[in-house]
């Protein structure tokens, strides 16, 4: 049975959960290094690899001309 207190429950947790998600993704996230002011290593090696990524696929669609190619 859904009525107007479990939607507002719902409602509720759904806000808190979302909150205590986004500060524990920006606690996960690399922060700048404060001595040299720049990213960190991991920061730095995850840009990269997602770069790569980013070029290996964009690369594989132009020449496999579709995303067939992708799944093999």
Known sequence: MFNRRYAMIGWLVWNVAKQVGKRKAKK??????????RPNK???????????????????????????????
Do not use: F, Y
């Open 28 to 37: 996960a996230v690399p922060a700048v290094d404060t001595k040299r002011k």
């Open 42 to 72: 991991p920061a730095i090696i995850g840009v990269l690899a997602g770069l790569a990524i980013t070029g290996w696929l964009v690369g594989k669609l132009k020449r496999g001309g579709g995303s067939r190619d992708l799944v093999e």
